[in-house]
């Protein structure tokens, strides 16, 4: 099992192609210190997405290592690794399930009410309760129809439920109104606040707000730094 301690994450001269022949991430290294948040930014197809995926082992790695508080992932359970770690994806994929037992998704401790919050908190409250049959309505092929960004906020209700020590978000790229997104970063700052987060960043709001910036160019860190305006 991860004995987690207090968040630290390194990537050290992480690699890793998804097909032989085409390497996506070259040597990859740096450190998330404990409580900080790192932005992600860099063209399409430059591999953001890709250190989501690997810190949260939908794949391994095949060069370097990735640490959690100085262990590294590959050799943890990963039931034990998922369970400090809520990742919200860039295109979020609800379960064939009602619209409450998404957001419940993994907490089946919490109440219909715990439920509820969480979604106040990610701002889909209202949308869900415009269906008829609200929390109940189910999602599937003739379920409930979301947009992208509606979705991503489903998943972002799940995560604050989950209340985990790592944040990995991958900001959706569909445009949300400013006040909306205004909204969302205020609840996730609650929740991310003492927790570590990687957030692949869209939006300039977002990155002025974290302490360190990754520059991603080709599956390489061509920059890093912070802003500084705090
Ligand atoms: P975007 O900003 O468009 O989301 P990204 O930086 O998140 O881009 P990644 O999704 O990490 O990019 O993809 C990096 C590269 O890996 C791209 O060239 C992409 O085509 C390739 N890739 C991504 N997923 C897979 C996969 N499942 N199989 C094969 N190649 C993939
Ligand atoms: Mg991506």
Do not use: W
């Not at 990859?28 to 992600?40: C, R, W």
């Not at 790695?61 to 809520?86: A, E, P, T």
């Not at 609200?134 to 995560?159: H, M, N, W």
């Not at 869209?202 to 500084?228: C, M, P, W, Y």
């Amino acid at each position: 099992d991860l004995l987690f301690t207090e968040g630290r994450v390194d990537f050290q001269n992480v690699c890793f192609s998804y097909t032989a022949g085409k390497e996506i991430l070259s040597e990859v290294s740096f450190t998330v210190m404990p409580g900080q948040t790192v932005a992600l930014v860099g063209p399409s197809g430059s591999g953001k997405s890709t250190i989501i995926r690997l810190l949260f082992r939908f794949y391994d790695v095949q060069g370097g290592c990735i640490l959690i508080d100085g262990q590294d992932i590959s050799k943890v359970k990963q039931n034990s690794l998922r369970s400090y770690i809520g990742v919200v994806p860039q295109d979020t994929v609800l379960f064939n399930d009602n619209i409450r037992e998404n957001i419940r998704y993994g907490r089946i401790s919490a109440s219909d009410q715990e439920v509820e919050e969480a979604a106040v908190a990610a701002d889909i409250h209202h949308k869900i309760l415009s269906f008829p049959d609200g929390y109940d309505t189910e999602v599937g092929e003739r379920g409930l129809k979301l947009s992208g960004g509606e979705k991503q906020r489903v998943a972002i209700a799940r995560t604050i439920l989950k209340s985990p020590r790592i944040i990995l978000l991958d900001e959706a790229t569909s445009a949300l109104d400013s006040q909306t997104e205004c909204n969302i970063q205020a609840s996730l700052a609650k929740v991310c606040a003492n927790h570590t987060t990687l957030v692949v960043a869209h939006r300039l709001s977002t990155i002025i707000k974290a302490d360190q910036i990754l520059v991603l160019h080709d599956g390489r860190i061509a920059e890093q730094g912070r802003i500084n305006i705090k």
